[in-house]
C-alpha cells in the first residue's frame, strides 16, 4: 500500500503563521497598537509549534537523513536554519518579555523579515522535490 505524504499536509501552517507574524509586528509598528503585538506573539507560537510536527512528518516521509539525496539535504539544511533561528528568535522573546515586555520594534521586524526568507528558500527547495 502506497504511504501518503503526511509533510505536504502541515508544511503550509509555519509558513503561513510566520508570515502573519511579520504582517502583524508592521501594523504593531505602524499603528502602535500593542494588540497587533499581542497577535504577533500568538502567531509565532502557532508558528512554532507546526514548524516542529512539519518538520516531524518531513523526516518520517524522506525516511530519515540516509534516505535523503542531495536535494533532499539541501532542503533538510534549510528546514534545520530555519528551526534554529527561530528557536533563537523564541529566545529572545521570552527574554525580552521578562526584561521589558516591548523591544525594539525594528528589530523585531528584521528577524521576522530574515526568517521568511529562510523559509521562503527552504520551501523552494521542497517544491523542487515535488515537482521538478
Ligand atoms: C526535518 C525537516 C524536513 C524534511 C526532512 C522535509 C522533507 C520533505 C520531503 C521529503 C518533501 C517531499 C514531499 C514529501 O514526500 O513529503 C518535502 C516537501 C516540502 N517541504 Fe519539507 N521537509 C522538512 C522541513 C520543511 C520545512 C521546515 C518547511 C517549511 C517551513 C518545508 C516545506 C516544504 C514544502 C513547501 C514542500 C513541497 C510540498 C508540496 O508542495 O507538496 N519542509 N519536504
Redesign the pocket.
Known amino acids: 500500500m502506497t504511504r501518503i505524504?503526511?509533510?505536504?499536509f502541515l508544511?503550509?501552517f509555519?509558513?503561513a503563521f510566520?508570515f502573519l507574524e511579520l504582517v502583524c509586528l508592521v501594523f504593531w509598528a505602524r499603528k502602535k497598537d500593542a494588540a497587533y503585538e499581542r497577535f504577533a506573539r500568538f502567531a509565532f507560537t502557532a508558528g512554532f509549534l507546526f514548524?516542529i510536527a512539519?518538520?516531524?512528518?518531513?523526516?518520517i516521509?524522506?525516511g530519515g537523513f540516509g534516505a535523503?539525496g542531495g536535494s533532499?539535504r539541501r532542503?533538510?539544511y534549510?528546514?534545520?536554519s530555519?528551526?534554529i533561528f527561530y528557536a533563537l528568535r523564541a529566545v529572545h522573546l521570552k527574554t525580552r518579555r521578562a526584561v521589558d515586555g516591548q523591544g525594539p520594534k525594528v528589530f523585531r521586524i528584521a528577524g521576522a523579515a530574515m526568517g521568511n526568507l529562510l523559509?521562503f528558500l527552504?520551501?523552494?527547495?521542497?517544491?523542487i522535490?515535488?515537482?521538478a
Not at 54 to 59: D, E, I, L, R, T
Not at 122 to 127: N, R
Open positions: 505524504p503526511l509533510h505536504p508544511v503550509h509555519p509558513i510566520f514548524l512539519a518538520m516531524a512528518v518531513g523526516w516521509d524522506a535523503m533532499a532542503h533538510f534549510g528546514a534545520c530555519v528551526f523559509i527552504t520551501a523552494y527547495w521542497g517544491g522535490l515535488v515537482y
